[in-house]
């Protein structure tokens, strides 16, 4: 042992220096994520070498590695896509994200440890990053239906293709809890998209409808006074995004005369967040004669 120590010391000798000059981690904006959601892994790079390093040239320049907490090796489906050259000057920091949900098998539950390594060209050096950990997590149904999607051009000639909604929740840690939805194929079996739709409180059940294009209309409750409407299209695009207060009344889905869903009660507060985006009011300010 003393001696594979003594081995591994002579080795990374040559390069304390480089670590010193360069640093890169591996920072995750969030630490847990549900089975199938979108894994987005931020690499930072900090150069304090003196001089101006070049990245992103080679399609290996950047890689990356996932083990579970009881040294389970995650196997992958191919190598995340990384190129794009780029330059980070002297005291400069820069980070690259770099999306990993279809090139690891990540659908077992558990604790796991992501490492990136990074290869420096210009010096035929490389340097991995500290191990990052994160969670993947089972989310509790509470609801799910499915739907045709609707054929291009209203073509009837055919059976729709098939797909299905269901909206989970997650608590995190025991303090954050969150709306999810999850898309998948009418069996369940492949997985379309899952992604956040917010945060919820635990004390009110979200609002749901499908309407005729087969678009989903969410409704929920933020906070003491205030709620989330979105609208989620067949292919799990967010079209809709909007907020609203309780007013003199509580704001719920409703169907009108024209069987369209909309939102009723309460009063909308324009934020930076809404989908479309919103302007506020412009205020008439009367300009002085000269």
């Known amino acids: 042992m003393r001696i594979l120590w003594l081995l591994l010391t002579c080795l990374c000798a040559p390069l304390s220096p480089l670590f010193a000059q360069v ?31 070049q990245f992103g040239t080679e ?42 949900t279809p090139y690891f098998v990540l659908n077992r539950i558990g604790r796991y440890q992501i490492t990136a390594t990074v290869r420096l060209k210009q010096w035929d050096a490389q340097l991995a990053t500290q191990p990052a950990s994160f969670d993947i997590i089972n989310g509790a149904k509470l609801w799910s239906q499915d739907f045709g999607v609707p054929s291009p051009g209203g073509d009837t000639s055919r059976p729709p293709e098939a797909r299905r909604y269901t909206l989970e929740h997650a608590n995190f840690l025991r303090s954050q809890l969150r709306l999810y939805l999850r898309l998948t194929d ?22 749901h409808q499908i309407d005729r294009q087969s678009q989903l209309h969410v409704f929920f409750q933020t906070g003491a006074r205030s709620f989330n409407y979105l609208v989620v299209s067949p292919d799990g695009d967010i079209v809709t995004r909007q907020t609203y207060d309780y007013a003199g009344s509580r704001p719920r889905l409703q169907l009108n005369e024209e069987n369209k869903v909309v939102v009723t009660g309460g009063a909308r507060r324009i934020t930076a967040s809404d989908i479309p985006e919103s302007n506020p009011i412009a205020t008439n300010v009367a300009t002085p004669n000269p």
């Open 186 to 207: 009418g069996d369940g079996g492949r997985v379309l998209k899952v992604f956040p739709l917010g945060p919820m409180v635990s004390f009110g059940n979200p609002d």
């Open 59 to 100: 399609p290996d320049w950047l890689t990356f590695s996932i083990e579970s907490r009881d040294g389970f090796i995650v196997a992958k489906n191919g190598e995340a896509p990384v190129t794009g050259d780029f330059k980070i000057e002297s005291g400069q920091v820069a980070t690259r994200r770099v999306e990993l």
């Open 23 to 53: 640093k890169v981690e591996v920072v995750m904006d969030q630490e847990h994520f549900l089975v199938g959601e979108k894994l987005v892994v931020p690499v930072r790079i900090t150069n304090r070498s003196g001089q101006t390093l």
